[in-house]
């Protein structure tokens, strides 16, 4: 089992930076879990906006955030960081970080698939 705790949420402008934070604790090695970030606007469903694998080599990002987000993991200090540059209004939501238990070596794209759940912090983007 894992805990998550996301930080770094907060009130921007529209094209200033944001830096996530999500950090893990737990029995099982961070480095067992793939883990991604989602997001959460009013009235809309949960969606991926990016994905790093066990050995954060592989990324995957939504059409919506590549060339402006980033996601890295430092596994010796059991944190994944999603750095969201050049924001926008519609960047508004809730950012959840997610981690999924994994024997393989990919990015998760599906909801789904993932096991535990930070409680999420909120990103608001004015124009």
């Known amino acids: 089992q894992v805990q998550l705790v996301e930080s770094g949420g907060g009130l921007v402008q529209a094209g200033d930076s944001l830096r996530l934070s999500c950090a893990a604790s737990?029995?099982?090695?961070?480095?067992?879990?793939?883990m991604g970030w989602f997001r959460q606007a009013p009235g809309k469903e949960r969606e991926i906006v990016a994905a790093?694998?066990?050995?954060?080599?592989?990324?995957y990002y939504a059409d919506s955030v590549k060339g402006r987000f980033i996601i890295s993991s430092d596994n010796a200090k059991n944190t994944v960081y999603l750095q969201m540059n050049s924001l926008k209004p519609e960047d508004t939501a809730v950012y959840y970080c997610?981690?999924?238990?994994?024997?393989?070596?990919?990015?998760?794209?599906?909801?789904?698939?993932?096991?535990?759940w930070g409680q999420g912090t909120q990103v608001t983007v004015s124009s």
């Open positions: 997610a981690a999924d238990f994994s024997w393989r070596d990919y990015p998760q794209e599906e909801l789904y698939e993932y096991d535990y």
């Open positions: 737990g029995r099982t090695s961070f480095s067992m879990y793939a």
């Open positions: 790093i694998s066990r050995s954060g080599e592989n990324t």
